[in-house]
């Protein structure tokens, strides 16, 4: 783009200035409104012939896009404030010990269930990984052979598994984080005992999760195959989704962030998880609170880990469990379902939840489905 203009100078000269043009532009695959500013560098160049002036140019070079927003920060201080600022202790009663799986009423499953249309299901667990991997123990399964008598014979198992991890697919129950030596609602966490009795333990979900399930397919959005490590998720990343998914988190609703974990593995193999993988900022907790979300999960452990936050390393975990009373789906196994979503170009179904019913546990292995 090149422009005319002339004003009177006095010597041979170049200067430089820097305008900032509100402009538009649109091409098949981005588009800027008339309401982005988009700055341009423009290059003056002007001669004279002694003291007289003469026209010049002035070249206009378009960068293209404006300067990037700068991403949110969350500090110590500002975790331990939504400590308090996001709690839910008290909205359901002194007693309560469901948290947030109490905005999934009666109204809401009946809703959930209309979602059920072609009766296709499909698992979000991931197979039991039977060797240690990602700083996780395995899953450990020995069958035992009975004796036939006859034409008639058997065998048994034996499953023991260390779920809480990077590997196994399970949901956290309330009593598994503790912060200042209290859980959700101000129970202490010496409520919580060896013996497997005690206060928020899994059991209080033994009649299942039934909700209207948002998958957040961030690969789709980003256009890769899976998140890099250290990709942090804002707010703005969970807007945007909707946005072009069509659709709004409500009260009640399960929302799942899918990073293509399991795809990275495959493609890069191990890594440390603590210190590279891709989940949600801290700045999202304010979101899921006004979101009201019953419950959350993702095919890691949630946080972008490290979060960059001193005394929280996983500071997401800690207020959703802890201050929210949201139950946490850990290790799911996306790539299935995500397929099903993008080939029917729709990202809500109706997902069922059922923990084993453990007396005092801090939760359990799980296989969550989505029906659509």
Known sequence: MTCLASFPVSGDCVGMATWSLRAARRSKDQYLTTNEEVTMPLR???????????????????????????PPTVTTADVEKMMTSL??????????????????????????????RSGVSISMAHDAVKVKMDDSTAFEHEVTLGANSGDVGGAG???????????????DALCHIFYK??????????????????????NRVKNG?????????????????FLSGKQAIYPK??????????????????????TGRWTRRNVEGAWKIMQDSAGLHASCLPWLKKRDVALIGSDLALDVMPSGIKKFELPVHCVVIVSMGMCILDVLDFRA???????????????????LAVEGGTGSPVNPIGTF
């Open 44 to 70: 003056w160049f002007a001669t004279c012939a002694g003291s007289v002036p003469i026209l010049f140019c002035l070249v206009i070079v378009a960068t293209g896009k404006a300067p990037a927003e700068a």
């Open 87 to 116: 709690s839910n202790w008290g909205r359901w009663g002194k007693d309560d010990e469901l948290g947030t799986l109490n905005l999934i009423t009666p109204k809401k499953r009946k809703q959930a269930a209309a979602l059920v």
């Open 157 to 171: 198992d034996r499953y023991a598994v260390q779920y809480h991890g990077f590997t196994h697919t399970h949901i």
């Open 181 to 202: 030596g209290r859980m959700y609602n101000g129970f202490s966490s010496d409520l919580v005992k060896r013996t497997g009795v005690g206060k928020l333990s899994i």
């Open 209 to 225: 999760i039934f909700t209207r399930a948002i998958l957040m397919d961030m690969p789709a959005l980003f256009g890769v195959r």
């Open 237 to 258: 990343h969970l807007e945007a989704w909707e946005k072009r998914a069509g659709i709004k988190v409500q009260p009640g609703d399960a929302l799942l962030i899918h």
């Open 337 to 355: 379902i995500a397929r099903e979503c993008r080939q029917r170009k729709r990202w809500e179904f109706l997902l069922t939840v059922s923990p």
